[in-house]
Every structure is written in structure tokens, then in C-alpha cells.
């Protein structure tokens, strides 16, 4: 090769070279897309979609009817608490256990609270450690939200007192006012007056305003709470009875907000919660010692919260 060949290709090469970088810089060779919120619930009634072959629908109805829930979720959320905004970084974790929830044959109560709790990091706030939050999801990191702080979770022992932020008693107290003091009292039994105290484990708080033991299955509720762990899902479509799970079949009752026009009627839920703050936390009269916060926005077993109980058959 001659010396004027060989500067043509060297010159060539180098061309190619800027070519290539400036494709890079300015987007090109297969840079990926940020992601947006309409791509989360995209992705997100993709995966909650799994269930539109036992619904007996087609899976684009499917999709959009629960895009169009999940996107009003998002709209509602940022304007009740605008201190709460998109972290894509945190839709992989959502999108992921969403699939493993519409997976199962039938979906427990503590599968969806699981959730909820992942998705609802989807719109995270900044709020830093003792400052102030409605919600847990407020905080910047995955901490409490107690007594109106962001707050790391300090367990504490029996009958210990609990004003600090981030206080949790054991399981069987919870944080309230002791003279002057705030402090773990015992929570209450069956029968036990519970208009401003929460009950133990095996009970829940009645509308006469004392604690009665959880409701076995089929036998009437009117939240999960009320139900006992063989039969943990209080079933709107089963009459508001306590059962297994969530299930989906052709056309049941759950399968309408999944785009199933031909679904059956059913009882109506009570629907979801609306997440503006959450139990009391520590400092008030939470269970277990004290809440994890705000729920931020609660997502139903048919998906992000929609005020609409999706429950189905009662297995």
C-alpha cells in the first residue's frame, strides 16, 4: 500500500469512528427509552392479563381495561400527594411480583397486600428521615411513617415506652398514652371494649365496638380483617363471606374489570382504600405496635386500587 492509500483508509476509518460516536451521543446504536408511566401500566396489565384466558376474554380487552385503571391510579395518586412522583427505577420490582400474582390459581389477601406495597413505590416521594409525610411512600427510603415522620423502624420490648418516631411494639401491645408517658400497652381480648385500643391477633374490633374472634369461612365479614387465616379473603362476590382466595373463571363476577363485558353480576365490594395516610402509627392505637405507615393508595386483588373490589368465586 502506498503512502497516499494508506492515508485514505486511516482517514476513512477515523470518519467512521465520529460517525459512530455521534450516533451514541445523540441517541442512536439502540439506546434504550426512558421509561414513562404509560409504559408501567403497560407493562403492569400485561402481566395482571395472565387471567384473561380463564375469563374466557380476549387479551387486548383485557389490557385496556386495566391500563385505564392503572393509569387513573396514577392521575389520582399525584394529586392527592404530589410529593409522591414516577421512579421507573422501581417498576421492574412491580411489574415482576405482579406476575407472580396472576400466576396463582387462587391469590390470597397477603399476596396482594405484597402488591400494593411494591407497586405503590412506583410514585415515591423524597421526604427525608424525621421530616414530615403523610404516607410511607413519601419517604425517600423504605422506611415508616410514624407520628407524622419519616422514621426507621425501632422495635421495641414489652411495656417499653414508644414516643420516639419509628417506635414498634411487640405484637401484642401497641403505643399509647400511659399518664404522661407514651408507652406499649397490652392490646385487647375477646370482648374487650376496643373503641380506642386495637385487639390481639385472634380477634377483630366489632361494630358494637368489642373484639370478637375472626370469622370462620362462610360465615358473613365486611373486610379481610375480619377474616380468620384458614379463610383470610372476605368475598364480595360470594355474598361477603369468608374464603381461600381470589379466583377467576369464564365470566365470573371478578373477571369484569378485565375487560369481561359478559361477566356475571356480583355483590359489590367495598372496595379499595384510598391511601391519603394510614393507621396511626407507633404513637397511636396501630397494631403490632404500630403501623408501617401510610398505605399510600391500596391496590385491590384485581389490581391498582380502583374503589372497585374485584373479588371472584369463594373456593
Avoid at 426512558?34 to 375469563?55: H, M, N, R, W, Y
Wanted: aromatic share 4%.
Amino acid at each position: 500500500m502506498n503512502l497516499r492509500t494508506k492515508s485514505l483508509a486511516i482517514g476513512t476509518s477515523a470518519f467512521l469512528s465520529i460517525l459512530s460516536t455521534l450516533s451514541v451521543s445523540c441517541g442512536g446504536g439502540g439506546a434504550a427509552k426512558p421509561l414513562t408511566e404509560d409504559d408501567f401500566c403497560s407493562q403492569k396489565a400485561d402481566k395482571e392479563c395472565a387471567v384473561a384466558v380463564l375469563c374466557d376474554v380476549p387479551p387486548m380487552d383485557c389490557k385496556t381495561a386495566r391500563k385505564a385503571l392503572c393509569t387513573a391510579w396514577v392521575s389520582a395518586t399525584k394529586t392527592a400527594d404530589p410529593q409522591r412522583v414516577f421512579h421507573p427505577e422501581n417498576v421492574p420490582t412491580c411489574v415482576a411480583n405482579a406476575a407472580a400474582v396472576y400466576a396463582k390459581t387462587l391469590i390470597k389477601p397477603a399476596d396482594t397486600d405484597a402488591l400494593d406495597d411494591v407497586c405503590n413505590y412506583v410514585l415515591q416521594g423524597a421526604v427525608a428521615t424525621l421530616s414530615a409525610c403523610v404516607t410511607q411512600y413519601d419517604c425517600k427510603d423504605k422506611v415508616l411513617c410514624d407520628k407524622g415522620l419519616c422514621a426507621v423502624n425501632a422495635p421495641k420490648g414489652e411495656d417499653a415506652l414508644c414516643a420516639d418516631p419509628g417506635a414498634v411494639c411487640a405484637a401484642d401491645q401497641y403505643c399509647a398514652t400511659s399518664g404522661a408517658v407514651l408507652k406499649c400497652l397490652p392490646k385487647k381480648g375477646t370482648a374487650d371494649d376496643c373503641t380506642s385500643a386495637p385487639c390481639l391477633a385472634a380477634d377483630f374490633c366489632g361494630a358494637d365496638h368489642k373484639c370478637a374472634l375472626l370469622i370462620a369461612s362462610g360465615m358473613s365479614c365486611a373486610s379481610n380483617d375480619q377474616c380468620a387465616p384458614a379463610a383470610p379473603y372476605c368475598n364480595p362476590y360470594a355474598g361477603n363471606k369468608c374464603g381461600s382466595g381470589l379466583s377467576f373463571a369464564t365470566h365470573s363476577p371478578s373477571c369484569g374489570p378485565f375487560g369481561d363485558t359478559n361477566a356475571t353480576a356480583g355483590t359489590a365490594g367495598a372496595g379499595g382504600t384510598a391511601g391519603a395516610g394510614g393507621t396511626a402509627g407507633a404513637g397511636g392505637t396501630a397494631g403490632a405496635g404500630g403501623g408501617a405507615g401510610g398505605a399510600g393508595g391500596s391496590i385491590d386483588a384485581g389490581g391498582l386500587d380502583t374503589g372497585i373490589d374485584v373479588g371472584a368465586a369463594d373456593l
